[in-house]
């Protein structure tokens, strides 16, 4: 199974920016699609963001306009740029598979702090 490490994560104050890295272990292009969760204490992960093999991007409502999914081939990375923070972004930020959902299996993540 794929392997992902998320990094890039920090406090930024609110109407800033931060870039996330999803590094994986083998070649992006042969994994359907890539997705980013975010998820609060005591809420269940929500879905911000994915990209397709094809490199098709779809946003949640929440973060359409602020957020831009992307990917560099050469590096099996695919980056969360985060514009426009609001504090409601604040979690920790996973990003998966298909198979990797399918087994609750997840990483590490990358903490996202935005404040006043």
């Known amino acids: 199974q794929v392997q992902l490490v998320e990094s890039g994560g920090g406090l930024v104050q609110i109407g800033g920016s931060l870039r996330l890295s999803c590094v994986a272990s083998?070649?992006?292009?042969?994994?359907?699609?890539i997705v980013w969760y975010r998820q609060t204490p005591g809420n269940q992960r929500e879905r911000v963001a994915h990209?397709?093999?094809?490199?098709?991007?779809n946003y949640a409502d929440s973060v359409n306009g602020r957020f831009t999914i992307s990917r560099d081939g050469t590096r099996n990375t695919v980056y969360l740029e985060m514009n426009n923070l609001k504090s409601e972004d604040s979690g920790v930020y996973y990003c998966n598979t298909p198979a990797g959902i399918a087994s609750d299996k997840w990483g590490q993540g990358t903490q996202v702090t935005v404040s006043s």
């Open positions: 990209i397709t093999s094809g490199g098709f991007p």
């Open positions: 083998e070649n992006i292009f042969n994994i359907n699609f």
